[in-house]
């Protein structure tokens, strides 16, 4: 379902460890809400609790929540990470997006 890049294990790991999360037992939770240039945006952020009404996945040893709502806009898509002088920081590569703004934060279908 949502695919993670080498780059983006490594740097999720290091984050979680940096802010007192377990990358072993965690989670990365993934949606999509309202907003942005584009009209959908991506949310992203560690989380220690799976409700009912997540999805969990699994790709390259990282788990990942998605809320039932988010799951179709995110089918098909990889986590990925940009460093570097002009880094990102985090990437979405989604084939569902028809349109994306020029930040990568946000888009459309």
Known sequence: MIKVSDQAKAKAIQLMTEEGFNPAED?????????GCSG??????????????????EDNNVKIVVDKKSILYLAGTTLEYSGGLNGKGFVFN????????????????
């Open 40 to 57: 959908l945006e991506y949310v992203l952020k560690f989380d220690n609790q799976k409700t009912d009404t997540d999805q969990l996945f």
């Open 94 to 109: 989604n084939p569902n997006a028809s349109r994306t703004c020029g930040c990568g934060e946000s888009f459309s279908l």
């Open 27 to 35: 989670y990365i939770r993934v949606g999509v809400k309202s907003g």
